[in-house]
């Protein structure tokens, strides 16, 4: 089973009917499912300390939805890169290696707390490029419907 468990609600028509659209397309290959939690309030005005109190709050609100045996693959700017083709291999280790749950687990826009860096099993960085939290639930979900058409061994473009 493959989870996307993120902060914050998809507001815009365009992005909601893209993850449909991928949902749609990774049904046949696994069981998929989008988790939404609520992510806090973060005026720019506010200090250091009150956004690290914004990122343990969400953070704690992520936590809850994984379980002890979910593999996570955190997204993190932090993180290490990996194109489709490492990560299409990944995904394949833990279904054959006895974690059939993988959870991709999407922080708020001030980033992820450090309970979640702790908990994950690893921190994957999406891109070079900044993307705001929201679209990166379309892309994880793009990236892991080609994943599945890479290990089908179906066409998927380039």
Known sequence: MIRIIACGKVKDKWLKDGIAEYMKRLRPYDRIECIETEDEKAPESNSAAENEKVKAAEGERLLKH??????????????????????????????????????????????????????????????????????????VLEQVYRSFRILNHEPYHK
């Open 66 to 139: 994984i379980r002890e045996t979910d593999h996570v693959i955190l997204l993190d700017l932090a993180g290490s890169p990996m194109d489709s083709l490492a990560l299409a291999n990944h995904i394949d280790q833990c279904r054959t290696g006895g974690k059939p749950v993988i959870d991709f687990v999407i922080g708020g826009s001030l980033g992820v707390s450090e309970d979640l860096i702790r908990r994950a099993d690893v921190r994957w960085k999406l891109s070079d490029n900044t993307f705001p939290h929201q679209l990166c639930r379309l892309l």
